[in-house]
């Protein structure tokens, strides 16, 4: 294994710069702890117990998760306190109950007071269950919408009358500063996303019901709230590895992206200069999110030499399922790009992009450039 | 296993009704078959043995694959005659052996000099190869473009010098006629693509060169092609499932989706008259092909209560990792679809969607309106 470079890997493969991974890791986790905010890294990106437990290093080892998998793949690997971040339906109460059973504080989610009374009468059997309430601060995708905050005083009661129901307090995720891409438009944002998390707890706590957690989080967010005051806990994803979205957002520098596809480059043709190589729409994803501000990324740009390094004006302009189209506004240098050759492409959407695999190929850039794979780290994928 | 139902699932699963599958197989065997052409279905949509059985019945058993991962699975499988779809490069020669010498006679394709002479030096050694060249019949994606095919002779030259390589023949794949949209303007690119591949034979021929197999295939030409004569194989691979993408372009009615994703309602948002379902950009994934056609699709529609019955105009308008947007023009039916309910929901590209999942969950419309689980099919992911 220590000999093994990534010359030698499969393609497409994925691989992970280990030197890149641990600044973006200390980079989010000072700045939070300075900010006196933990951090509940959310693992739906990395889902990787040796990515995790870096990602909770200085803080207390709680951690977000987006599928039961995760959930039950993180608690193999040590992790006690859990947060399932998707909204919970009654159907998923027992897989709940059972990695609670095992010692781990799985809390959920929910918005809805139907949800409320299924958690409630769920419990009735003697099992507990924590319980945050989500609020919609403005993204427009789950949560109670603020500041209307239709419903929470009933379901906060709901849940708070039933034996065994800890109503841990309220979360929300800030979606919508994807969208921004100044440092001054993701600021307000974050300034929104935390009236409105720190506003809901306060109208529980008003009602005389306790609000101990006050969870928000995004990697933009996190990145560039210039006040917590209020929050709790951030729940950043992506900025573990970053990707070509985030840069153009402004959540990193095009140095942080610690993720790249490896490709071989299987086709020349001149006379409609592209060319094409073994990576495409399942080995990229089809996300196109970064093209927001930056159209000509298409689904993922070619890394120059040194790892994670500015992308030079190619990218993959189309995919097919295992192809990917490489092309560019200048003449290609196919003399620097032979058949058999191998590229590292930049993924547009870290999170999407790793779902298609199984492990990752770490490699080190501060080592030997990242040409040494140096450690093989698993992932759980599906749900 | 006998007595599982669908509302047992997990959700996110991906149900395949086997009514349905069996009328897919049968139609593009059957139509084939009567043309005097043989099938070697595209198993990178399916990715699945017992789907591949079925898919070969009442022809000779050859298959293709897109990955070295799939050709590893099928040739466990017993399938003997396997064309890896995709460019090869030097570097995956050795794989190619490795199961060739296991009795697997596994084709590779190319459309390139180089490729050629490392194929014939990998030979030297005494192992054999069988090679397609890549013929461009339109498409714009690998091949030699038709009528030009640059260097086609002096490629072929050079596999046919070889001791042990086998120069099998040509084949094309008319991606392009996924986008037309009528069984015209289908079977205008099907000539094209005819032409071509029979064109490209008949090159080699003219120059003392054997060309045994001429390789077609897309399933919209499979479907729609007028005549194959000089044609002696074809390879569809998303007839098997199809598809909302397929039903636009024509190559299969609103009936014929054999695939969908099993979700739950996870919210209701009646201020933005939307709800969310478990199954986001991972569950179904970003592929938004379908909507050249129909934008209203999103990222896949709500299938009726009846399995793959025509939709009814509610689709999933936006998605993030684990969260699915449902929408509508119409008030959002929140009586018919409360929070635990589950909706099936039909994909727009289901080779892509489907390859987030390990399993298919096999139900039978025809049984009991595709209630029961009757079977589980394994997939094979990866690279």
Redesign the interface.
């Known amino acids: 294994m220590s000999t093994q470079t990534i010359d030698e890997l499969?393609?497409?493969?994925l691989i992970l710069d280990r030197a890149i991974l641990h600044r973006n890791l200390k980079r989010m986790s000072d700045r939070l702890r300075n900010a006196g905010v933990i951090l509940r890294p959310h693992l739906?990106t990395a889902k990787s117990i040796q990515v995790g437990r870096m990602a909770v290093e200085g803080h207390d080892g709680r951690i977000t998760v987006?599928?039961?998998a995760e959930a039950r793949y993180f608690a193999r690997g040590g992790f006690k306190d859990i947060l399932y971040g998707?909204?919970?339906?009654?159907?998923?109460l027992p897989a709940i109950t059972e990695l609670r059973r095992q010692g781990v504080n799985l809390r959920v989610v929910m918005?809805?007071l139907?949800?409320a009374r299924?958690i409630a009468a769920a419990a009735i059997s003697g099992d507990t269950f924590s319980v945050l309430i989500e609020i919609d601060s403005g993204a427009?995708?789950?949560g109670l919408?603020f500041p209307e905050l239709?419903g929470l005083l009933d379901i906060a009661r709901v849940l708070r009358a039933a034996p065994g129901v800890d109503l841990a307090g309220v979360m929300t995720h800030a979606?919508h500063s994807y969208h921004q891409s100044t440092p001054e438009g993701i600021a307000a944002i974050a300034e929104q996303e935390r009236r409105a998390i720190v506003g809901a707890a306060e109208a529980l706590r008003a009602a005389g019901i306790p609000c101990p957690i006050v969870s928000g989080g995004s990697t933009p967010t996190a990145m560039h709230s210039a006040d917590f005051t209020g929050i709790t806990e951030m729940r950043p994803g992506v900025y573990v590895f970053n990707d070509l979205d985030q840069e153009f957002i402004g959540s990193c520098g095009a140095g942080d992206l610690a993720l790249s596809v490896l490709a071989?480059?299987?086709?020349?043709?001149p006379?409609?200069n592209q060319l094409?190589v073994?990576a495409g729409?399942?080995?990229l994803?089809?996300?196109?999110s970064a093209q927001e501000f930056q159209p000509k990324v298409g689904f993922g740009t070619i890394a120059s030499a040194a790892a994670g390094a500015a992308t030079n004006g190619i990218a993959v302009v189309d995919c097919?399922?295992?192809?990917g189209?490489v092309g560019s506004n200048r003449p290609l240098p196919y003399g620097d790009l032979?058949?058999?050759s191998r590229v590292r492409i930049l993924p547009n959407h870290a999170?999407?992009t790793a779902?298609?695999?199984?492990r990752y190929y770490v490699v080190d850039s501060e080592l030997d450039g990242g040409r040494t794979v140096v450690d093989v780290y698993d992932r759980i994928?599906?749900?």
Not at 10 to 13: A, K, L, Q, V
Not at 86 to 92: M, R
């Open positions: 499969p393609t497409p493969s739906k987006s599928t039961l998707v909204g919970i339906v009654p159907a998923k918005d809805n139907a949800v299924a427009g995708r789950a919408p239709p979606g071989s480059v299987i086709g020349h043709y006379h409609r094409l073994d729409a399942l080995a994803s089809k996300d196109i097919s399922q295992e192809h189209f032979p058949i058999g999170c999407i779902a298609a695999y199984d994928n599906g749900w």
